[in-house]
Nanobody, 124 residues
Framework: QVQLVESGGGLVQAGGSLRLSCVAS????????MGWFRQAPGKEREFVAAVTRRSISITYYADSVKGRFTISRDNAKNTLYLQMNSLKPEDTAVYSCAAGLGWMPRNEDEYTYWGQGTQVTVSS
């Protein structure tokens, strides 16, 4: 069992920045791939970013956030981060972190554990 708790969401102006955090319970955090997904009202949940395990930390990004968002993980602190820069109104959504043991980081079906989400609102 893994529990994930997100924080760091809020209201920000377009062009601003936020850093989301996801603290994971458990003792095998480094064994999981970790990802961020988001869901806007009336829309399907979509992939945002992911990072692989400790041995080789490869990052993945949705085209819509590439160059603006940075995902990272601190295994010692069992924490996942999403640095969000140059935010746009279309980034407004509930952001959730997820953990899994799959091999396709962009596919939400690869993730077993999910946090409750944190709201990000970008005003124009």
């Amino acid at each position: 069992q893994v529990q994930l708790v997100e924080s760091g969401g809020g209201l920000v102006q377009a062009g601003g920045s936020l850093r989301l955090s996801c603290v994971a319970s458990g003792r095998t955090f480094s064994s999981y791939i970790m990802g961020w997904f988001r869901q806007a009202p009336g829309k399907e949940r979509e992939f945002v970013a992911a990072v692989t395990r400790r041995s080789i930390s490869i990052t993945y990004y949705a085209d819509s956030v590439k160059g603006r968002f940075t995902i990272s993980r601190d295994n010692a602190k069992n924490t996942l981060y999403l640095q969000m820069n140059s935010l746009k109104p279309e980034d407004t959504a509930v952001y959730s972190c997820a953990a899994g043991l799959g091999w396709m980081p962009r596919n939400e079906d690869e993730y077993t554990y999910w946090g409750q989400g944190t709201q990000v609102t970008v005003s124009s």
